[in-house]
C-alpha cells in the first residue's frame, strides 16, 4: 500500500503572490479547506508545505502556502502532485478504496481465471472502470459495479470479478477497429 495519497495536481500559478491553481484529484475539494499542510512530490524529494488559505475557482482550487508569496516562487511546482498521508486521508466508506490501492491488484475471475492485474482507474459519471492488463492481450475495461467486482482484498492484493456475458468480446472488438 502507498503511504501518500495523490490529491491534486499544480496545474499553473495563480496571480503574482505565489497562489497556485490545483486541479483535485479527490472526490471531495472541500476537503481542501481541512488540510494545514500538504506534501508537494517534486519528482526528486517530497516537501512539507504549510497552508495559508484556500479558494475556489470553478472546477478548481486555489492554495497559498505560507512563506511563498511570489510568482517566482512557484513556478517550479507547475504538474507536480499534491499528497496528504494516510493519516490526513479522508476516512473510507464500505466498498471504497483509494484509486493508488487498487492499482497493481491481480485479478482473477470467479472461475478462476487469471485476468491480469489493476493497470488504471477512469472515472466517470455513471461509475468507475477499472482498466485490466495483462501482457499480450488486449485491456479488458471492466465497470466497478456489484455485478462484475465480487471482491476486493487490499491485503491480499486480489480482485475477484465476474464477466458478464459479452464484456471480453466487446474489449476485443474495440481493441481490433483502434
Known amino acids: 500500500m502507498e503511504d501518500f ?19 483535485p484529484t479527490t472526490d471531495d475539494a472541500k476537503r481542501f ?29 486555489i492554495l497559498k502556502f505560507r512563506g511563498i508569496d511570489n510568482i517566482d516562487d512557484v513556478q517550479r511546482f507547475r504538474q507536480k502532485e499534491l ?4 493519516a490526513q486521508a479522508v476516512p473510507l466508506g464500505e ?6 490501492d487498487l492499482i497493481g491488484l491481480k485479478a482473477v475471475s470467479d ?7 489493476v493497470a488504471d482507474v477512469l472515472q466517470s ?22 455485478d462484475c467486482v465480487k471482491k476486493v ?7 475477484t470479478v465476474h464477466l458478464l456475458p459479452g464484456l471480453r468480446e466487446l474489449n476485443q472488438k474495440k481493441k481490433k477497429q483502434e
Open 5 to 23: 495519497i495523490k490529491v491534486g495536481i499544480i496545474t499553473n500559478t495563480h496571480g503574482l503572490r505565489g497562489e497556485v491553481k490545483v486541479f
Open 33 to 61: 479547506l481541512d488540510l494545514e499542510e500538504i506534501i508537494l512530490d517534486t519528482g526528486k524529494e517530497k516537501k512539507q508545505l504549510l497552508v495559508e488559505h484556500v479558494k475556489f475557482f470553478k472546477n478548481m482550487v
Open 83 to 86: 499528497l496528504v498521508t494516510r
Open 95 to 100: 466498498n471504497e478504496y483509494f484509486i493508488a
Open 111 to 117: 472461475e478462476g481465471e487469471d485476468l491480469g492485474e
Open 125 to 146: 459519471a455513471a461509475n468507475d472502470v477499472y482498466v485490466i492488463r495483462k501482457k499480450g492481450e488486449a485491456d479488458l475495461l471492466l465497470p466497478a459495479i456489484k
Open 153 to 159: 482484498d487490499i491485503e491480499a492484493g486480489q480482485m
